[in-house]
């Protein structure tokens, strides 16, 4: 099991930026696939960034494609998600995820959680 502890969150105004952090602890983090999801009121959680072990390989939900952005940093065990041009309809939990492949948008298949961080963009 690994440890995952989000910051980053808070409010902004439409069309500006935050960036969020996870921070792993407990597991080999660089075997790790990490994802970061978020869950809006009264809204299934959804998968909207990953990011392989590598780096190299990365999924974004059409909703964040080319306004958010995932990095991992192996060394300092931390993932990050550079959002910009925020939306209102961003506003939510942000969480970030870990599993040793890639589980797709199903949260039952993500079995590492952090608490979550909230983000709340206004129009």
């Known amino acids: 099991q690994v440890q995952l502890t989000e910051s980053g969150g808070g409010s902004v105004q439409c069309g500006g930026s935050l960036r969020l952090s996870c921070a792993a602890a407990?597991?080999?983090?660089?075997?790790?696939?990490m994802a970061w999801f978020r869950q809006a009121p009264g809204k299934e959680r959804e998968c909207v960034a990953a990011?392989?072990?590598?780096?190299?390989?990365?999924y974004y939900s059409d909703s964040v494609k080319g306004r958010f952005t995932i990095s991992r940093d192996n060394a300092k065990n931390t993932v990050h998600l550079e959002m910009n041009s925020l939306k209102p309809e961003d506003t939510a939990d942000y969480y970030c995820?870990?599993?040793?492949?890639?589980?797709?948008?199903?949260?039952?298949?993500?079995?590492?959680w952090g608490q979550g961080t909230q983000v709340t963009v206004s129009s």
């Open positions: 407990g597991r080999t983090f660089s075997r790790l696939v």
């Open positions: 990011i392989t072990w590598t780096g190299v390989y990365t």
């Open positions: 995820a870990a599993e040793p492949s890639y589980r797709g948008n199903d949260r039952s298949s993500w079995h590492s």
